[in-house]
């Protein structure tokens, strides 16, 4: 029985980790949503679909080959599609273009400070 709740717990945490259950973890690679979140920390973001995302939501979305982690300060809904428009937290102005929904990862849910250390030493490694 300890073998098999082992196994099951580290093939949910293998799952988890590759982003394939609704929720996943990311890791804050960058300073621009200090002081709300540092880098390091990594949060846990939950698959959301684009109509249930508000301005004040912390979201996680792709911009080409990189993940961004900004909070929605700006909806904009037209022809049943949405696009947000987002902005770090220590960012003095909005984000250059909003986000189309087929760019949302997700939407943060909590974070962990400073976990998010390993990841990144493991990237740049």
Known sequence: LGW????VALF??????????????????????????SVGDMVIAAKTEPRNIRDGDIIVFSDGETRVIHRVIGT??????YQFVTQGDA???PDPQPIHELQLQGRVLTSVPRI???TLFLRSA
Do not use: Q
Not at 12 to 37: H, I, K, Q, R
Not at 76 to 81: D, K, L, N
């Open 12 to 37: 949910a945490l293998f799952w988890f980790s590759l982003g394939l259950l609704p929720v996943y973890p990311a890791s804050v690679a960058g300073p621009s949503m200090e002081p709300t979140l």
């Open 116 to 118: 998010g250390w390993i």
């Open 76 to 81: 904009i809904e037209a022809r049943g599609e």
């Open 91 to 93: 960012n003095d102005i």
């Open 4 to 7: 098999s709740l082992t196994a």
